[in-house]
Nanobody, 121 residues
Framework: QVQLVESGGGLVQAGGSLRLSCAAS????????MGWFRQAPGKEREFVAL??????YYADSVKGRVTISRDNAKNTVYLQMNSLKPEDTAVYYC????????????????WGQGTQVTVSS
């Protein structure tokens, strides 16, 4: 059972930055595809970014403002978010796919508990 623990959320003004972290309990973390999703109140959970091997992919809504990266030595994946907008306000979740990562949340095997990001205007 893989445990994922997110951190780094908080309250930030529009235009600001945050870096989210997701620490995994498994040493085999390096073989997993990792994704970040977010869920705003009253909305479905949506894809934000994924990293699979050396490849990263982003939702159009965050492209150019967000960077996903990983440190396999620390079993951690990061989401650097810049130029934040009020519409980025959501609970952010990291997820692990024991296969290759996917845009689809149902393909992921493990989820963290989420971290709140609030962007004020």
């Amino acid at each position: 059972q893989v445990q994922l623990v997110e951190s780094g959320g908080g309250l930030v003004q529009a235009g600001g930055s945050l870096r989210l972290s997701c620490a995994a309990s498994e040493r085999s973390f390096s073989t997993y595809g990792m994704g970040w999703f977010r869920q705003a109140p009253g909305k479905e959970r949506e894809f934000v970014a994924l990293i699979s091997g050396a490849n990263a992919y982003y939702a159009d809504s965050v492209k150019g403002r967000v960077t996903i990266s990983r440190d396999n030595a620390k079993n951690t994946v990061y989401l650097q978010m810049n130029s934040l907008k009020p519409e980025d306000t959501a609970v952010y979740y990291c997820a692990a796919d024991t296969g290759s990562a996917s845009y689809y949340r149902y393909d992921y095997d493990y989820w963290g508990q989420g971290t709140q990001v609030t962007v004020s205007s």
